[in-house]
């Protein structure tokens, strides 16, 4: 069973920067779009960011529009997610999803990474 496992969430200050980044515990895990998505408490899980692995076309939320960016190297087939200019209401558990078809169907979740912005 291929997992997805994240890494780089932290504490930082407003306007700071944080890089999440995703690989998959199989290097031939091969996926069509991987994502992001973060919870905070009591609210929903809401879309953060996605990319195409091929040829990498990437969406955003609203939200972050502007502050995030998400980048994936084929080679290592991981995804980052660079995060600027992070606002106290960006504090939430970050999980990356991947999916293995267009749509996409976000089938692969991993565990969550927390990331916490102080005022």
């Known amino acids: 069973q291929v997992q997805l496992v994240e890494s780089g969430g932290g504490l930082v200050q407003a306007g700071g920067s944080l890089r999440l980044s995703c690989a998959p515990s199989?290097?031939?895990?091969?996926?069509?779009?991987m994502g992001w998505f973060r919870q905070a408490p009591g609210k929903e899980r809401e879309f953060v960011a996605s990319i195409n692995m091929d040829p990498g076309n990437t969406y955003y939320s609203d939200s972050v529009k502007g502050r995030f960016t998400i980048t994936r190297e084929r080679a290592k087939i991981t995804v980052n997610l660079q995060m600027n200019n992070l606002k106290p209401e960006d504090t939430a558990v970050y999980y990356c999803?991947?999916?293995?078809?267009?749509?996409?169907?976000?089938?692969?979740w991993g565990q969550g990474t927390q990331v916490t912005v102080s005022s």
């Open positions: 999803a991947a999916s293995v078809v267009p749509g996409p169907r976000w089938t692969y």
């Open positions: 199989q290097r031939t895990f091969s996926s069509y779009t």
